[in-house]
């Protein structure tokens, strides 16, 4: 079955740019979502088909895929910007990355 | 506003069977090409799909969980339902139903969740 690599964690101070990424076997020829959750609430969909954003995400959120890394990418990073965020892909099935928890310093 | 809420029981016993339903509000679960489904997340851990059912009633089922997962909609009631059997202190968790429009696209609409514990 098809795998995704996230890191537990990633810090960054306010202000400054976090980059998650989510590795998996040609990943670049999928298309990938991601998800923000906060603790204690359902995840929301910040960027879908690799970097598209949904309406009420703010444009700070962006990501990218090539190769065997797609990347979401928070500029101006904020303290509400705190949460783990989710990978997905579909491979003849959902698959959802370990996750990985954004720490603002 | 398209809105999803889980109702079911907080507690099953080990052995068991885990029911859950999916009420839909301000849409339909007969529109055509969507794609209803169920995400858990145990405690402290990430997130992982259980299934989702076309708005036609065909399922598809997480190969890890296939054996013990039924699906379906009842679109009288306007709801989507989850089944699963043999349950196990590994099943307790966070039971999420949410929206696809196509087996690749993202889940954009989320329920608030609900807990589900396994214990006797």
């Known amino acids: 079955s098809y795998v995704l690599t996230q890191p537990p964690s990633v810090s960054v101070a306010p202000g400054k740019t976090a980059r998650i990424t989510c590795g998996g076997d040609n990943i670049g020829s999928k298309s990938v979502h991601w998800y923000q959750q906060k603790p204690g609430q359902a995840p929301v969909l910040v960027i879908y088909?690799?970097?598209d954003r949904p309406s009420g995400i703010p444009e700070r959120f962006s990501g990218s895929n090539s190769g065997n890394t797609a990347t979401l990418t928070i500029s101006r990073v904020e303290a509400g910007d705190e949460a783990d965020y989710y990978c997905q892909v579909w491979d003849r099935s959902v698959v959802f990355g370990g996750g990985t928890k954004l720490t603002v310093l | 506003q398209l809105q999803l809420q889980e109702s079911g029981p907080g507690l099953v016993k080990p052995s068991e069977t885990l029911s859950l339903t999916c009420t839909v509000s301000g849409g339909s679960v007969s529109s055509s090409s969507h794609y209803w489904g169920w995400v858990r997340q145990s405690p402290g851990k990430g997130l992982e799909w259980i299934g989702s059912i076309y708005y036609s009633g065909r399922p598809y089922y997480n190969p890890s969980l296939k054996s013990r997962v039924t699906m379906s909609v009842d679109t009288a009631k306007n709801q989507f339902s989850l089944r699963l059997s043999s349950v196990t202190a590994a099943d307790t968790a966070v039971y999420y139903c949410a929206r696809r429009l196509g087996l690749g696209e993202p889940f954009d609409y989320w329920g608030q969740g609900t807990l589900v514990t396994v214990s006797s």
């Open positions: 088909y690799n970097s």
